[in-house]
């Protein structure tokens, strides 16, 4: 898989800027053996990547982690690299820099374009696609989304008002939840989960978290959605594993539906009543499906 290998993560991981032949991209680079590449979703970034990982596969999977910021998020400069498309070609010049042939690719929500178009674009380099509550088409931003983002945009430009929002939602992560979780008993049973509960929590303060690093990216994925012409998921010839909760509030079980009738192949999880951090909410059978999936891969 790697021409390089990698000493074991370190306990707090850090990321780094690497240059690539069509610009620079911050990663997180940890870990050795099979490489996962992992995409974020809106409001996202490398550490979201990370908690990625970790809920599908725990706190040690047996993967070397290439965790990257998509572009314009954090430290990765957006250099023009606003389409799905652009963002794969970027994804495949990482590859090139890090001496990878092929990596097995994760996507969440608004990653799921960029790595569907990095699938198809550069078939040879993807070993494997999972898909997780993802966008695969066109995606207009959800009402409760649209409420929220005239106060994001102000708590992202008052850096007061934006240290206030992360320190409330560590003390207090209770609102948060239960804005992506409606149904009461799912959500205690996250909370409770010996796991679960606290990679929930981990996203949501990664969420609120230097807002004024992740909003632009944001928005810029909000415009490239509702524009987006069709991508190209019937070129995409690696195995595909696509999650989605039948509840999912934010990209509607149509994304999921789209994906199986272009790959009627793929493996499909569909989680009955299940919202947007389905992830979260069913880790155990969500990690169950991953390790299935990735124990019938040919790594070769």
Known sequence: MSKASRPAAP????????????GPIEICDTGA??????L??????????LILAHCLFGRAPAFRLINVSRPGYLGTPMNARRTPADQADLLAALLDSLGLERVLVAAVSAGGPSAISFAARHADRCAGLILISACSGHL???????????????AARLRPLGVLVSLAARLNPGPAARRSILDEEVLRRTLRHPEAGALLIALQNSVASRLSERLPATLNDVAQFQ????LPIAA???????????????????HLERIAKARPDARILKIAAGE?????????AVRSAAADFVGALSWS
């Open 140 to 154: 207009d931003i959800p009402p409760g989304a649209a409420r929220r983002l005239p106060f994001i945009g102000l």
């Open 40 to 49: 974020h979703g809106g409001m996202g970034g490398w550490d979201q990547g």
């Open 236 to 254: 995409v010839r690696a195995p595909l594993l696509a999650v989605h909760g039948t509840g999912d509030r934010v990209v509607p079980l149509a």
């Open 33 to 38: 053996g099979p490489a996962l590449l992992t």
């Open 227 to 230: 524009a987006m012409p069709p």
């Open 276 to 284: 947007h951090v389905c992830l979260c909410t069913h880790l155990d």
């Open 11 to 22: 306990s707090s991981p850090r990321p780094r800027l690497v240059s690539t032949a069509l």
